[in-house]
């Protein structure tokens, strides 16, 4: 690794020929253990100024849409903790010369205060190529670390070590973003509606801002208005405004709204609260007893209750926690505003009213987003009838969306429900779905990685979670593989299932459904972007796709699919054999260049010493397959993974075993549990330790 004093800097192109993508890492380390700092980027131009206020990346804004840029989270350290950036330099855009790297503290807290604050960057592969420590910290409550800049298109790095007395908002100032900051909340205050997407308020402290008019262009619908009887935002800060403003631009009672152009500024005074994994010490007396509970689970007497109190638990943490609610509808089209939630709620519809399971409706500035609501859970179908209802009294109201939600996944081109759109219509209602699995996916995403505004919207989410995961709320995901698995079973133990059985069809949709909620499930434990790969010809269509793999399972009775995770260099690639009942797991790792080949069968299998012994390791070679073994056979002699012939080695290719549960639901020995804990073995015993052995081995050293 290349060390770089303070002003120091080197071309990346030097240190790697992979550096076309980086991983920033901030590290810092604590006494106390209480020690902590919020990471940020920002994109300038050749003026050394942002192009706007998106240029910034903070907790709030933490991903480029070009992926350019995208904060990882943190993970511990021996002695304290990391904060990782990744940075694709590649996908950054021409006009942007420079990217900066700082972090901030909050509350009063200093650099000085934390130990250990050093930088480093790794190049795609994972090895470090470079590093920098500052020692030279005080009263700093910012600091740049360091940034990369273009000099004659190649991207260089130099080490900055500037701090500044001001936090954040002085940093980001002197590149050009305007920063308002929120004033301090009393203890167990939430940061209000706008510390969901890191907006602004718009009034003075202590008093009510005026709604600004909106005028409809011709010929358009009608602006949808809130009741005058709605609640006011909650006071907060003048925003720096375009233009002079002054105390004699307020408006007074009875004059008409004054139109005044609101501008954007980061939100840097809250720290967002995760939740750590492992519970603080119960001080129950026994076992026995259980916590006691926001939302308790008895037994239902029937799946009308189920829906009911999921409906009404679900759209009240909605409601209350903004960051989630805002995640949960933000993809659905709805504005970043004041949202309310309703239940029960009785519409007309001919002669009989309608109720719809539940009503969502979010304020932004004057105007409404409402959104019907239909719940099933217990793995009830939704009811295409009912769903068109809902489609034809949201239409005739003016309704945005309607949203359905239950345990099923929805998959493209596939719809859940069939119902008819009126082309007539002017207002066009959408029609989204939601899962559990996804639900509870957010809910952990944001306590366990990416944090709400305070520690009881923390525990709110954590209740919920509670509620969606125990086995009374019937809110566990997709738990039945269909009608089709057992006959298709059959069909393929007999080989009498033929090529183009529309029943095969249906089995390759539920395991791409399953497949979907195991990413889901996976990616709220580690706190990435798990993902299924799709491989299918250009220009090909989701069901021709389904079709060719449905011919396939019937000609060779296996269930294929791939599982790529954000940041990792493999592909975890899952099995399912209907013919011998097993499901296999496995991921192929390359092999580290420039060693030894039994130095590197040595080195593979130390890293895979937590892992079962009955794992597969094989060794690929060119053109063939290499010797193979499991890991109990191997430790004692990793020598026996060389090939005899002395032939290279490409790399390995490690493999779990497990047998398939026979029921298709999600009982104990059913095939949705043995999928789900075949991926959390091999994830958890396997790939999780490869990190060292998939770093390449350092460089030789230059004459």
């Known amino acids: 690794m290349h060390e770089l004093t303070k002003g120091a800097n080197v071309g990346l192109a030097e240190l790697s020929e992979d550096a076309g993508s980086v991983i920033v890492g901030l590290s810092w380390s604590s006494a106390s253990g209480a020690g902590d700092a919020d990471v940020s980027v920002l994109l300038l131009d050749a003026d050394g100024k942002v192009r706007s206020d998106a240029d910034f990346y903070f907790y709030n804004h933490p991903a480029a849409e070009d992926g350019s840029v995208q904060l990882l989270g943190k993970a511990p350290t021996e002695n304290g903790s990391e904060d990782r950036i990744g940075l694709d330099l590649t996908a950054v855009p021409d006009e942007v010369r420079t990217v900066v790297i700082a972090a901030s503290q909050y509350g009063g807290a200093r650099f000085g205060d934390l130990d250990d604050l050093r930088m480093t960057v790794s190049d795609r592969s994972g090895e470090a190529i470079l590093g920098f420590s500052i020692t030279d910290a005080t009263v700093e409550t910012a600091f740049i670390f360091g940034e990369l800049y273009r000099r004659n298109e190649e991207w260089k790095f130099r080490a900055v070590g500037q701090g500044y007395e001001t936090g954040l908002a002085g940093l980001a100032t002197d590149f050009g973003i305007d920063v308002v900051e929120d004033e301090e909340d009393g203890p167990g205050e939430g940061a209000g509606e706008g510390a969901a997407d890191g907006s602004l308020a718009s009034a003075?402290?202590?008093?009510?801002?005026?709604?600004?008019?909106f005028t409809s262009p011709p010929g358009a619908a009608p602006e949808k208005t809130a009741p005058a009887s709605a609640p006011s935002p909650a006071p907060a800060v003048i925003p720096a405004q375009t233009g002079t403003a002054t105390a004699a631009d307020t408006v007074t009672s009875g004059s008409a709204p004054a139109t005044a152009t609101r501008r954007r500024g980061p939100r840097t005074a809250k720290k967002k609260v995760t939740l750590p994994k492992t519970a603080k010490k119960s001080l129950a007396e026994n076992d026995s007893w259980k916590p006691a509970r926001l939302f308790p689970v008895p037994s239902y007497k029937s799946d009308r209750e189920r829906e009911v109190r999921a409906t009404s638990v679900l759209l009240s943490v909605m409601a209350e926690v903004p960051e989630f609610g805002r995640r949960l509808t933000a993809a659905f089209g709805a504005p970043a505003g004041r949202m309310q939630t309703f239940t029960e709620v009785s519409l007309p519809h001919g002669d009989t009213p309608r109720r719809p399971d539940g009503v969502i409706r979010v304020e932004r500035a004057g105007k409404l987003w409402t959104a019907l609501v239909e719940t099933k859970t217990n793995g009830n179908p939704l009811k295409s009838e009912q769903v068109q209802d809902y489609m034809d009294?949201?239409?005739?109201?003016?309704?945005?969306?309607?949203?359905?939600?239950?345990?099923?996944?929805?998959?493209?081109?596939?719809?859940?429900?069939?119902?008819k759109i009126d082309g007539r219509r002017k207002h066009k209602v959408a029609l989204r779905h939601l899962s559990w699995a996804e639900v509870a996916h957010q809910a952990q995403m944001l306590i366990r990685h990416e944090g709400v505004g305070n520690a009881a919207h923390a525990w709110l989410l954590q209740e919920l979670l509670h509620y969606l995961q125990h086995e009374n709320s019937g809110c566990h995901g997709f738990q039945n593989m269909g009608p089709a698995w057992v006959p298709v079973r059959n069909g393929i133990d007999t080989e009498t299932l033929c090529q183009g059985d529309p029943r095969a069809l249906e089995v390759v949709e539920s395991w791409e459904r399953l497949v979907r909620q195991v990413c889901l499930r996976l990616g709220g434990e580690l706190g990435q972007k798990v993902l299924p790969v799709q491989r299918a010809r250009r220009g090909s269509d989701p069901m021709s796709r389904r079709a060719e793999l449905a011919d396939r399972l019937c000609e060779d009775g296996r269930l294929t699919a791939e599982v790529r995770m954000d940041g990792a260099q493999n592909i975890l690639t899952v099995t399912a054999d209907l013919r011998t009942g097993r499901i296999r797991t496995s991921v192929e790792v390359?092999?580290?260049?420039?060693g030894y080949p039994l130095s590197v069968a040595k080195r593979l299998v130390r890293v895979l010493a937590e892992a079962p012994a009955d794992l597969h390791v094989e060794t690929l070679v060119e053109g063939g397959n290499g010797p193979r073994g499991t890991l109990e056979r191997l430790r004692?002699?990793?020598?026996?993974?060389?090939?005899?012939?002395?032939?290279?080695?490409?790399?390995?290719?490690?493999?779990?075993?497990?047998?398939?549960?026979?029921?298709?639901?999600?009982?104990?020995?059913?095939?949705?549990?043995?999928?789900d804990d075949a991926v959390d073995r091999f994830h958890g015993s396997v790939v999780a330790h490869l990190g060292p052995f998939e770093r390449r081995s350092p460089a030789p050293a230059r004459a």
């Not at 081109?413 to 069939?418: A, I, S």
């Open 204 to 213: 003075a402290a202590g008093t009510t801002p005026p709604e600004p008019t």
């Open 393 to 419: 009294i949201a239409a005739r109201r003016g309704y945005e969306a309607v949203i359905t939600l239950s345990n099923d996944v929805a998959l493209e081109g596939t719809p859940l429900v069939d119902v």
């Open 590 to 594: 390359a092999a580290p260049e420039g």
């Open 636 to 675: 004692p002699e990793p020598g026996d993974l060389l090939p005899k012939d002395g032939a290279a080695i490409n790399g390995f290719r490690l493999s779990l075993f497990k047998g398939m549960g026979a029921s298709r639901g999600s009982t104990e020995s059913g095939f949705i549990r043995s999928v």
